[in-house]
Nanobody, 126 residues
Framework: QVQLVESGGGSVQAGGSLKLSCAAD????????MVWFRQAPGKELEGVAR????????YYVESVKGRFSISLDSAKNTMYLHMSSLKPEDSAVYYC???????????????????WGQGTQVTVSS
């Protein structure tokens, strides 16, 4: 049973925008935090943005600060990633994940997350 389903990926030119969605079942959505990870070809999985489902506090990796925005819609059990001013280096498969580990959430430690979506491809051309 798929607990997280991403959508919204696609191809865009540099400087463009995309909005990713991550629909969760109610149990998964109630986890301690939800995170967007990404993985580019030949590179390690990278934590991009995190939001705590209780208080809504957010964190962004330095490379996306000011360009990406993570948010929640509790009525739809959905997390979003609004991406603007996209760069070719943002190209990757983006995954959403949900977890309960305080350390995992704080450190964006991928191994601490057991609930993952299937991923959605984002391609930014120059």
């Amino acid at each position: 049973q798929v607990q997280l389903v991403e959508s919204g990926g696609g191809s865009v030119q540099a400087g463009g925008s995309l909005k990713l969605s991550c629909a969760a079942d109610a149990y998964t959505y109630s986890r301690y935090c939800m995170v967007w990870f990404r993985q580019a070809p030949g590179k390690e999985l990278e934590g991009v943005a995190r939001i705590y489902t209780g208080g809504g506090d957010t964190y962004y990796v330095e490379s996306v600060k000011g360009r990406f925005s993570i948010s929640l819609d509790s009525a739809k059990n959905t997390m979003y990633l609004h991406m603007s001013s996209l760069k070719p280096e943002d190209s990757a498969v983006y995954y959403c994940a949900a977890g309960d580990s305080e350390h995992g959430c704080r450190a964006l430690w991928a191994r601490a997350f057991v609930r993952w979506g299937q991923g959605t491809q984002v391609t930014v051309s120059s």
